[in-house]
C-alpha cells in the first residue's frame, strides 16, 4: 500500500532563516506530487505540483521553492522566511486518473 | 479560474443531519471531492463526484449538479467524533496544475450533545 510521509511536523523558526520541508511516497512510481499551505482563516492554498523528477511548477509567487531530486521525494524549501510563511505545510500525492489526493501529516511552521 | 463558496460555520446535534453546500465556477470541471480535516491533523478523503447524482458511503452522502455548479455533503446520524472541518474541492481541466485539487475555505462544523 502506499504511504506517505512529512518531516519535521511542527517548527518554529526565526524571520530571515532558511526553511526545509520534506516528503517522502512508498509503494507508487512517478506519483503526481504536491506542496499545499493552510493559513488561520484561508483554506489550503495549493504552492508547487511536480509530474516528475526535476519538474517543479509554481502556482503562487513567493520566496518558496521546491524540488524534487528523486521519484518519490519532494522539497519544500526558503532562503530567508518571512511571517507571512507561517502556517500548516502539507505534501500530497494524487491518483492521476480520478484526482485524489492523499496527505501526509503535515508541518506546522511558525515564523517568529 | 476557479471559484470556490461553502459556509464558514455550522452547528447541529447529535444524532441529527445536516447539509454542507458548495457551489463552485470552473472553467472545465473534472470532479469535486469532499475531504474532512480535523484540528490539526491533515485532511481525509470521504468523497468524489464527477457525474451527477448522489453517491451514499455509510453515514455521508454527497450530491451534484454540474450545470448548477453545485455540491452537498450530507450527513446522517451526527456524532460528537463528526465535528471538524469539511473541505470542497474541485479538479479543473483547465487549471494549469492539471490534477491539483483547488480547495474552499472549509466549513467548520460543531456537534453539540
Known amino acids: 500500500s502506499q504511504t506517505i510521509h512529512q518531516w519535521p511536523a511542527t517548527l518554529v523558526q526565526p524571520v530571515g532563516s532558511p526553511l526545509s520541508l520534506e516528503c517522502t511516497v512508498e509503494?507508487?512510481?512517478?506519483?503526481?506530487l504536491y506542496w499545499y499551505r493552510q493559513a488561520a482563516g484561508r483554506g489550503l492554498q495549493l504552492l508547487f505540483y511536480?509530474?516528475?523528477?526535476?519538474?517543479i511548477s509554481s502556482e503562487v509567487p513567493q520566496n518558496l521553492s521546491a524540488s524534487r531530486p528523486q521519484d518519490r521525494q519532494f522539497i519544500l524549501s526558503s532562503k530567508k522566511l518571512l511571517l507571512s510563511d507561517s502556517g500548516f505545510y502539507l505534501c500530497?500525492?494524487?491518483?492521476?486518473?480520478?484526482?485524489?489526493?492523499?496527505f501526509g501529516e503535515g508541518s506546522r511552521l511558525t515564523v517568529l | 479560474g476557479q471559484n470556490i463558496d461553502q459556509p464558514t460555520e455550522m452547528t447541529a446535534t447529535e444524532g441529527a443531519i445536516v447539509q454542507i453546500n458548495c457551489t463552485y465556477q470552473?472553467?472545465?470541471?473534472?470532479?469535486l471531492f469532499w475531504y474532512q480535516q480535523h484540528a490539526g491533523e491533515a485532511p481525509t478523503f470521504l468523497s468524489y463526484?464527477?457525474?451527477?447524482g448522489l453517491e451514499e458511503k455509510g453515514r455521508f452522502s454527497s450530491f451534484l449538479s454540474r450545470s448548477k455548479g453545485y455540491s452537498y455533503l450530507l450527513l446522517k446520524e451526527l456524532q460528537m467524533k463528526d465535528s471538524a472541518s469539511y473541505l470542497c474541492?474541485?479538479?479543473?481541466?483547465?487549471?494549469?496544475?492539471?490534477?491539483?485539487?483547488?480547495f474552499g475555505k472549509g466549513t467548520t462544523l460543531s456537534v453539540s450533545s
Open positions: 500530497a500525492w494524487g491518483l492521476a486518473v480520478s484526482g485524489e489526493l492523499f
Open positions: 509503494g507508487t512510481s512517478n506519483p503526481n
Open positions: 511536480s509530474v516528475g523528477i526535476g519538474q
Open positions: 470552473t472553467s472545465g470541471f473534472n470532479g
Open positions: 463526484n464527477v457525474l451527477d
Open positions: 474541492a474541485v479538479r479543473d481541466r483547465g487549471n494549469q496544475a492539471g490534477t491539483a485539487l483547488i
